[in-house]
């Protein structure tokens, strides 16, 4: 792992669901530039003293030096996003596979350069979208696809939060580079959670978004990068949407939510209350889904995501545990059966990033423009056959 160090939240998350299901173990590190908390960490998991390292370079350099079987096989990034891809593209030229945080990058064009790396590698790679990893996630993509709500017209996204409401910045060094653009890129709010919101509507309704009407805005003076902002917009298959994303709803703790409705129904589910997914019907009652093994009516991909019989609670932790344990068997599986390409099943792949930051560039685009609707901007994500990937 590089970066994560004591008192960062999602390196801690990620330490969590590596080890969750006993597909992985955290074997070396460099958590932080700063040697205590470096060493602090490294002995919280009883990492050997010999594989804590002082830099990221100095990691990669030193793995790539062991016997192949004592070496790491994977290389798991979450530092802030402008190091997302030297890091990447370091571990890919030494033949690791990758994990990383998202967005997968700080502009389309870095973005881009990384998915030219990944080409003609036997090198797997995966993206940190954690809510995708929700049994109900896929147990509404399912619905969708099936026809149970007909036609998809209307597609609603929420993600609000108000840990942002202040100046956080000041004193927060999580909100410190989140809003620092040479740290986090071109835009705040959207990257950091405007891209799961956009990657969840994909996702379930298996839509591509096609065109933006943007604003982003900043509430806290001095900030500068958004901490708001919203869009209406259009599919290539014919439904209309909203998206919403803020950091400045004060009082509001992670509201992620979607809303999807067709011509025979809809379907609700809320990440505040992810064992549970209500589909409307215009012909019967509405019907409650609830997450848990063995459950009547839960698809085989939600089902598989399940670790315990209903009402006993699964949440954040495991949702990531789940791409983590997907990644691990594909690892495995990868030793006796390379092939040169980078995607595993059921986890967000280098063309799920690359949607991502088109996403963002055209968030930015359509904001700065005086015109209704922005085309969305294109990426080589476009010209791959992702039917059977997660979409983000």
């Given amino acids: 792992m590089i970066g994560g160090g004591a008192g960062a939240f999602i390196g801690s998350v990620h330490r969590h669901a590596i080890m969750m299901d ?18 602090q960490t490294s002995a919280q998991f009883g990492i050997n003293k010999e594989r804590v390292y002082d830099s990221w370079q100095s990691l990669i350099e030193g793995e790539s030096t062991l016997p192949e079987k004592q070496r790491m096989q994977v290389l798991v990034i979450v530092t802030p996003n402008h190091m997302h891809v030297p890091i990447a593209q370091k571990a890919i030229e030494h033949g690791f596979h990758v994990f990383c945080e998202k967005p997968l990058a700080i502009s389309l064009d870095e973005a881009e350069l990384l998915a030219q790396r990944l080409k003609n590698t036997p090198v797997l790679f995966g993206l940190a979208h954690t809510y995708l990893g929700y049994p109900m996630v896929w147990q509404a993509q399912h619905l969708v696809a099936s026809g149970a709500i007909g036609s998809v017209r209307k597609i609603i996204v929420e993600y609000p939060q108000g840990w942002l409401s202040a100046n956080e910045e000041q004193s927060n060094k999580q909100a410190a580079w989140r809003t620092d653009p040479a740290q986090s890129g071109g835009s705040g709010c959207m990257g950091d959670i405007g891209t799961h919101a956009f990657g969840m509507a994909e996702f379930v309704t298996q839509h591509q978004i096609s065109d933006i009407c943007a604003e982003l805005n900043i509430h806290i003076d001095g900030r500068r990068l958004d901490d708001d902002g919203a869009a209406l917009f259009k599919t290539k298959q014919g439904a209309t949407g909203t998206l919403i994303a803020s950091q400045v709803c004060a009082g509001v703790e992670n509201g992620l939510s979607i809303r999807v409705y067709g011509d025979k129904g809809g379907i609700e589910w809320q ?11 215009t012909d019967a009652p509405f019907q409650v889904y609830r997450a848990g093994q063995g459950n009547v009516g839960l698809c085989a991909e939600a089902l598989s995501r399940c670790r315990v019989p209903a009402g006993h609670p699964e949440g ?10 997907m990644f691990a068997k594909a690892v495995t599986h990868h030793q006796d059966h390379p092939v040169i390409n980078s995607n595993v099943d059921g986890v967000p792949s280098i063309y799920s990033g690359l949607r991502g930051m088109a996403f963002i560039q055209t968030m930015l685009e359509s904001a700065a423009s005086d015109k209704k609707w922005t085309a969305f901007v294109a990426s080589s994500a476009d010209t791959q056959d992702l039917k059977n990937e997660v979409i983000l």
């Fill in 271 to 281: 990440q505040m209350q992810p064992d549970t997914l209500i589909h409307r019907r």
């Fill in 316 to 325: 954040y932790l495991e949702a990531m545990a789940n791409l983590y344990s």
């Fill in 22 to 39: 006993g597909y992985s173990e955290l074997v070396c590190g460099a958590f932080s530039r700063d040697a205590d908390n470096n060493q």
